[in-house]
């Protein structure tokens, strides 16, 4: 153990398990100060949390993400500087990205942490773009799972959201004719207007199934499902042959986990000779170093984008969190810490 400067960490535990929509009397602030480094130990001051789906989930026990305890820090990918080291492969003031948690500072051996190059983009792509929740995830889906080929109708929803907006812009970029599902007119002219979507609906406003066949009247190739439920069911009964169902996920069951919805007519797969399949990003760890390299060249080119809604201080984490399960945000939700 060495002196090293003294830190102290603000955090945000779980108080409760939340029944339904998480309400901020499921979250506490708590500090407390960090204690002396330990040889191969680093401490980190986080600079950017991502708000993510996954999130949800890990509030639940038994969880297939590693559920938090009640009591426990909440799940959160982060980015990062490094304020003190006692790791000789990592230098004070480095840029680095890990799963830090809902907040300010934490202390962890220097070989977890991953240094990010901040030459090739700002270290808070590493949560939007070019992050593992969001760019990567979004990238595997299109081009692993979804198989976008030029010419084909793909269908994309919460396309207004971070993952739903770069596999929106990807299967633009494969040369597919892009439809956008949404909740509200701002969301839908971001879609059309700003990423260049051929075009979009208002699943708050519209009739889905109606919007649907006067859009696509020939079918839906590949769907990009973050959404589940009702919305599923009817993109099914609109499929064409041989077509592409990619569950990325279900945020409108998240909210009641213990009974989640499954989709009435998914024997329309066999009729039309069709996959539905889920994936998650960590399943084509091997994939990461290519697909990294393609987002970060769409980013450079200026091909790709993603709007940023950032919230700022730790203590509004828990409102992210909501904000982000009630639709209110659009692109990608970050806690600037």
């Known amino acids: 153990m060495t002196d090293s400067p003294q830190f102290t960490n603000r955090k945000i535990v779980l108080a409760q398990r939340p029944k339904g929509m998480p309400t901020l009397d499921d979250f506490r602030l708590e500090e ?52 003190a080291s006692e790791e000789p492969e990592r230098k004070v003031g480095e840029a680095v990205f ?17 240094p990010l190059d901040e030459t090739i983009a700002p270290a808070k792509a590493r949560l939007g773009v070019l992050g593992m929740t969001t760019g990567l995830t979004a990238w595997m889906g299109i081009h692993v799972v979804g198989e976008v080929k030029q010419g084909q109708t793909v269908l994309v929803s919460a396309a207004a959201g971070a993952v739903g907006s770069v596999a929106a812009q990807l299967a633009k970029i494969a040369g597919a004719r892009v439809i956008g599902l949404a909740g509200g007119p701002d969301k839908v002219a971001f879609l059309t207007d700003d990423l260049g979507l051929d075009a979009a609906i208002d699943y708050k406003r519209e009739d889905v199934d109606a919007r649907l066949r006067e859009l696509a009247p020939d079918g839906i190739d590949v769907y990009f499902d973050n959404v589940g439920g009702e919305i599923l069911d009817i993109v099914l009964d609109q499929i064409k042959e041989r077509a592409r169902v990619v569950i990325c996920g279900a945020i409108s069951q998240y909210q009641n986990m213990g009974e989640v919805r499954g989709p009435s007519l998914y024997l329309r797969l066999a009729e039309r000779q069709a996959r539905m399949e889920g994936f998650a990003v960590t399943h084509f760890e091997d994939r990461f170093p290519e697909a990294e390299a393609d987002l970060a060249g769409h980013l450079e080119a200026g091909r790709l984008k993603l709007r940023e809604q950032v919230v700022e201080g730790i203590e509004r984490f828990p409102e992210a969190l909501i904000t982000l399960f009630e639709g209110g945000n659009t692109g990608k939700m970050l806690v600037r810490v």
């Open 98 to 114: 890990s799963p830090f948690g809902a907040q300010t500072h934490v202390i962890a051996p220097g070989a977890m942490m991953q």
């Open 32 to 83: 407390e100060p960090l204690p002396a480094l330990e040889p191969g130990q680093v401490v980190v001051g986080t600079e950017y949390i991502s708000i993510d789906a996954f999130i949800r989930t890990a509030l639940e026990e038994g969880s297939y993400h590693q559920n938090v305890p009640v009591g426990g820090v909440v799940s959160g990918l982060g980015v990062g500087r490094i304020l």
